[in-house]
C-alpha cells in the first residue's frame, strides 16, 4: 500500500491483516489505522470506484438502515420498474461490503469486528418478496369478486 493507504501494523496484529488480505484480497480501502475495507460487485468481483466513492460504500456494511426499504413504495402493486430504478438509486443496494475493525491495546489486538454485507442479494429478496405479496393480494381480491358474482340477487 501506498501514501495515503499506508498502514503501520504492529507486530501483534501481523497475523491478523495477513488473514484478513488473505480473505478478502490484496487492496483493502483504509479508514483508518486498524479499520480496513473490501467492496465488491454483486457477482463477487472487486469493484473498481474512485476512492472518495469507495470510502462511502464502506459505510453500508452490516448497516439495516443502509439497504431498508420505504415499505409505502408501491403499497400492495407490483413493483414497476420504475420502483426498482428508484431503489437502485442508493449504492448501498448493490454489491458485496466487507468491514474489518480491531481493537489494540498497547502490543495486543484484543478483538476483531468483520461485517460482511451482500446487499445485492437483500435488495432481490425485497424485490421478490414485494412481488409476492403484491400477487396475493391480486388473487385475493381476484377471489372475492369471483364469490361477490356468484351470490344471486333476490328474486323479486
Not at 495486543?108 to 469486528?113: G, L, R, S
Request: with cysteine; glycine share 6%.
Amino acid at each position: 500500500m501506498e501514501g495515503a493507504n499506508r498502514v503501520e501494523w504492529k507486530p501483534a496484529e501481523g497475523p491478523l491483516k495477513a488473514a484478513l488480505l488473505q480473505k478478502y484480497g490484496a487492496n483493502p480501502i483504509v479508514l483508518g489505522s486498524y479499520l480496513l475495507s473490501w467492496l465488491y460487485d454483486a457477482q463477487g468481483q472487486p469493484a473498481v470506484l474512485a476512492p472518495a466513492v469507495a470510502k462511502r460504500r464502506t459505510q453500508c456494511a452490516g448497516d439495516y438502515m443502509a439497504t431498508k426499504v420505504d415499505p409505502n413504495i408501491n403499497g400492495a402493486q407490483p413493483l414497476t420498474q420504475a420502483d426498482i430504478n428508484t431503489l437502485m438509486v442508493n449504492p448501498c443496494r448493490v454489491g458485496v461490503v466487507v468491514y474489518a475493525q480491531i481493537t489494540v491495546s498497547g502490543q495486543i489486538a484484543i478483538d476483531m469486528d468483520v461485517k460482511v454485507s451482500e446487499n445485492s442479494e437483500d435488495t432481490r429478496d425485497y424485490i421478490a418478496a414485494t412481488q409476492y405479496v403484491a400477487a396475493q393480494s391480486a388473487a385475493l381480491k381476484q377471489k372475492q369478486m369471483k364469490n361477490a358474482q356468484q351470490v344471486a340477487a333476490p328474486p323479486m
